[in-house]
């Protein structure tokens, strides 16, 4: 059930290095398998400190996944069939044990927490995860078979493709501003046209539509979605204050 997958969707995200089907799976090898978890408990701490699930969390996830497998009969067949599918293709990897082996060290993990970011070379993966909206609009609108190339349109009126599609639905005030800020984010954090273009075009394999530099067209999807928002909708509006919000 849908409910169910989104119910380990930290675990996933966890387990992420040993989905694709080129590994065996988890390792059973201690050291291998810590050393595969960095890149996707970096990618969980960044999105807690967004106002996402913390590791702690995800570790909780793993116990509740350990304690169904375990568990089997009807526990079991509420497990996810992709997390379902990696413990059968994982050996011991894929026991009850080793996933709370995972747990213990995933709660251990943000001990030292700043030495291991210091020193880190983040991976492709991880640093893609940090643009979630922007890779998607780049690729539906403006890849090999993107909507905005389906006809011959200006950049503005390509980007202007996937601003319709939202003001139409009325939801321009939730679905543009993420947009912006990882936009922003990929200038601040690339800086300069050659790092752009080959993390968006070369790692990503993402299209542009545009003979722009990264730096311009990125710029240009920001500048024209706060555009349309300052025209369209104004300032957002909100209720109530300080007192009105919920206590812990």
């Given amino acids: 059930m ?3 997958h989104l119910r380990f969707a930290a675990a996933r995200g966890l387990l992420a290095p040993f989905f694709p089907r080129t590994t065996p799976g988890v390792p059973v090898d201690r050291a291998a398998r ?11 701490w960044d999105r ?21 497998l ?10 996810p069939d992709d997390l379902r599918e990696l413990a059968s293709r994982s050996g011991a990897g894929g026991e009850p044990a080793v996933l709370l082996d995972i747990a213990a ?4 993990w943000q001990a030292g927490m700043n030495p291991k970011l210091a020193a880190a070379v983040p991976t492709t993966w991880e640093l893609a995860q940090r643009f979630p909206l922007l890779s998607g609009m780049l690729d ?9 190339l389906e006809e011959e349109v200006s950049d503005v009126d390509g980007i202007g493709l996937y601003v319709t599609y939202w003001h139409e639905r009325g939801t321009c005030p939730w679905r543009l501003p993420p947009v912006v800020a990882e936009c922003a984010e990929a200038l601040a954090l690339f800086q300069d046209d050659d ?3 080959r993390f968006f075009a070369r790692d990503l394999g993402l299209g542009s539509g545009s003979h722009r530099s990264w730096s311009a067209w990125l710029t240009l999807i920001s500048d024209t979605l706060t555009t349309h928002l300052r025209r369209e909708h104004g300032p957002v509006t909100w209720t109530g204050g300080r007192e009105e919000q919920p206590s812990c």
């Fill in 2 to 4: 849908h409910k169910d």
């Fill in 34 to 44: 810590e050393a595969a978890l960095e890149a996707p408990l970096r990618f969980l």
């Fill in 48 to 68: 807690s400190e967004r106002g996402g699930l913390t590791v702690y969390e995800a570790a909780a996830e793993m116990r509740a996944l350990a304690g169904a």
């Fill in 70 to 79: 375990a568990a089997g009969g009807e526990a079991a067949a509420r497990i």
């Fill in 105 to 108: 060290y995933v709660d251990g």
């Fill in 140 to 148: 539906l609108y403006f890849g090999q078979d993107g909507i905005a």
């Fill in 195 to 197: 790092t752009l273009r």
